[in-house]
């Protein structure tokens, strides 16, 4: 049976990567990749740090990690050391571009979805995963709660760009 290419995975409001994580970690019965990760977009700079270190992490084969890397885990060298360190591979530094510091709704949409249909390249079949930003829908629902209860008013028209940064960007992959 012929090897069937892992599916593309774009992961929009990635956090520090545990929707990637999960859909990097499944294999199929002969342990290869079923997806693979292709993008992952984060504006915080802290999660995206994450996500790349993650990135780089999973290229390197398994249980082959240079050392390297565990000397920048233990702080004895610095991110830029390790990234520049020789011992990292261009395809390991290649995969931790996956990882990209942007905020849906405000950076360039033309540059977001780019990287996107970069990802996901000719590929048939591919999935688009965000999981929801929670401080934006714990405002959401501060707000109906106070309509609702203190003034007796409820809408359901609320805008919520990051809600509709997610659904255009689904939109913007529907021509595929």
């Known amino acids: 049976m012929p090897l069937k290419s892992p ?11 545990g929707l990637g994580e999960g859909f990097s970690s499944l294999k199929d019965e002969e342990g290869n990749p079923r997806f693979s990760l292709r993008v992952s977009i ?6 995206h740090k994450t996500l790349s270190l993650r990135a780089l992490f ?6 082959h990690v240079p050392e390297v890397y565990y000397r920048y885990i233990r702080g004895e060298i610095s991110r830029d050391a390790l990234f520049k360190h020789p011992d990292i591979p261009p395809e390991a530094l290649a995969a931790a571009r996956e990882a990209r510091n ?3 709704g405000k ?5 977001i979805d780019q990287w996107i249909k970069e990802g996901i390249g000719n590929a048939s079949e591919w999935v688009l995963s965000g ?5 934006a829908y714990s405002i959401v629902i501060s707000l109906i709660l106070y309509f609702k209860y203190y003034t007796h008013r409820f809408t359901t028209a609320m805008p919520n760009i990051l809600y509709h940064s997610f659904i255009n960007k689904r939109g913007c992959l529907a021509d595929r």
């Open 131 to 135: 999981g929801p930003p929670c401080q």
């Open 58 to 63: 999973r290229a390197f084969p398994k249980n």
């Open 107 to 111: 950076d360039s949409t033309k540059m």
């Open 7 to 17: 599916v593309p995975v774009i992961d929009l409001f990635a956090g520090p990567g």
């Open 102 to 104: 942007a905020e849906l």
């Open 42 to 47: 984060e504006k915080d700079p802290i999660a």
